[in-house]
């Protein structure tokens, strides 16, 4: 910068491109304190993107958050909710407990678990007294102990309860926002999302680009008809996610797909229940008969999916004028007869983004994309996700395989599999390799009574996966299921280096991901155990922190031999699942991720560190790291009843 220029004598545009390298919205927060000039274009940057919590105590701040002397309310355009973040479940109850003769309290009995029987204690040669069982409880009380009865709250009317506050919070917010503002708006949560809201959200942001809003409370389709100029106010929608939990539902969908020109991103999950009317006076009479219709599609006749949301283009044979998508993601829905149904109803050449998560019948869907008139050239990014699905996953990966063979230039491929399912050929792989930039390769397995504290991961032998790392250059983030080995050696598995000594020869990869979990051994090791012979969780994060630090370590050696830059700045390890239990730790475990820093000690020599953050925050911190975010398969298994 020449002399005597100031930052106050810089252009807006200037200022603006300056401002827009503050990524932690703590910073920007303090950028909106220094000065009146920085907090005009930094309050624009800080709004942009709310997050809120509602349902909980942070209602309170709702009013400060919506009053006027907010400068940042007309620069909102993405309006996120996150509905009851607490427990829901009932609070623990306390009672008064009778000191014992040692001045101890009992620990309380269970509070499902049934009462205990009764001990009679008889002295010798008297008649033996008879046992009489305590009633049952009435509905809704429990027995937790001897004439102690109370009343449970059941966790479904405790989320009753808390719902109510949080759709009250959801349009106080719609109703003071100022209008016409926002362009994204979503509920995170799948209960429902209160229909008087949806109306007013749709009168009073007429911008609105993206809605995501879960299921419905209430008839919207009945609503549509009574107010037939409310879709008008979404014609500029692009991205539509419901999810048509009952036939009314669907047919508000269909009313808002037929009525939306600019609609290119259509996101299908299929309900756990068969859809049912919720309004017998507002449905089509050919659904009310016995013979209830199918969710999902038949081979000689469409499902009550398609058939109603795309009735318009019936007969699919002649279907002349497709949805020109570009996004479309599958949830739950079955496609063993997609050919007939939605490769004739969507434009599949122009799709840039495909998503099919646990969908039966997905190789029919991939042999059909594969072929030269339906094939999607144009797409850059696919993610599937699959468990076993009996003895059909053998045609699941072939027909993937020729699939990934029959296109190109992929830029992200996401591949979850589930319960044996075996990780598709390195050819297939490779073939994307001069446009590929996110991997995500991760195959689980169970076994031992399907308890994931016994999860297993299916990998690549140690040579196709240097293959792969030698011909995919440009990965920038990566995501794969390493070998295992054990954190109290001395040095790592034979199986385990090679992957990681592979991993590291990548010269552009900023974040990796080993799903895996490394496995323990107290064997050898100078910790004691406890908790019953298991490794506190402590030591286990302990160990996952040095192995993380070992990783930044190499990669820093390997870049000063090769005379490259180090790009690697986030190492995450350990599944995504709710829940991990391994075999050996006594506790449950999250996902760690660290970012690299350094450590300068009093003698002036720096060393490497690896900082632990939630993976919420490393967005701020490292940009390109979003696979981190990606939506991984939850176990199917259920958990250990410990």
Known sequence: ???????????????????????RPTDMKNLCLTCKALREISVRQLYRTVELDVGCEADLKITAFLGRSNPGLEYIRTLLLNPDPEDTSPAPLSLPRTPSPLHQAPPPPPLFAPAPPPVIVQALGNPPLPVVPPPPPPPGMATVGPNITIRVRGVQEEKKKRWRPAHFTVRLLIELLPENILEKFRWSSYDEFSVENFILLCKKQKNLKWIDVGPMKGSLDEVLEKNPDLIKNLQDLHSLDLYP??????????????????????????????????????????????????????????????????????????????????????????????????????????????????????????????????????????????????????????????????????????INLVEGNNLPKVEAVCNHASTLKSLILESTRYGHGLLPSFMSYRTYAGESFAEICKQCTGLEQLAISCPTTNLFDDQFSDKF??????????????????????????????????????????????????????????????????????????????????????DGVAGDLDPLVFLQGSLTDPFGETSVVAVEVRTSMVRFVEPVSDILNHLYPEPTAPLSPT
């Open 497 to 582: 280096t090679q992957y990681i000594d592979s991993i590291l020869t990548l010269p552009s990869l900023t974040t990796l991901h080993c799903t895996s979990w490394p496995e323990i051994s107290l064997h050898h090791s100078a910790h004691p155990p406890s908790n019953h012979g298991k490794l506190p969780v402590k030591i286990y994060e302990h160990q996952i922190q040095r192995l993380a630090e070992e990783i930044f370590e190499r990669k820093i050696r390997w870049a000063k031999d090769q005379a490259q830059p180090n790009t690697l700045r986030v190492v995450a390890i350990g599944n995504t699942a709710k829940k991990n239990r391994l």
């Open 245 to 414: 939990d009952n036939q009314d539902c669907l047919e508000a969908c269909h009313k808002i797909i037929q009525k939306t020109p600019k609609l290119d991103e259509l996101w299908l999950e299929s309900p756990n229940e068969p859809p049912r009317p919720i309004n017998p006076h507002n449905h089509n009479s050919n659904n009310t008969n016995n013979n209830d219709p199918q969710w999902d599609d038949e081979s000689n006749k469409p499902g009550l999916l398609t058939s109603t949301l795309f009735k318009d283009k019936i007969p699919f044979q002649t279907c002349s004028t497709p949805l020109n998508l570009r996004l479309l993601s599958l949830h739950k829905i079955n496609l063993r007869w997609a050919a007939q149904t939605y490769m004739r109803i969507i434009s599949f050449p122009n799709l840039e983004e495909l998503e099919v998560r646990f969908c039966p019948g997905s190789d029919a869907l991939f042999a059909e994309m594969a072929k030269p008139a339906k094939r999607p050239t144009k797409l850059e990014q696919l993610s599937f996700a699959q468990s076993n699905d009996g003895r059909n996953h053998q045609y699941i990966q072939s027909a993937l395989e020729t699939f990934l063979l029959s296109i190109s230039k992929l830029k992200r491929l996401y």
């Open 1 to 23: 910068m020449a002399a005597g220029i100031k930052l106050s004598d810089l252009s807006y545009d200037l200022k603006t491109l300056i401002v827009s390298y503050v990524r």
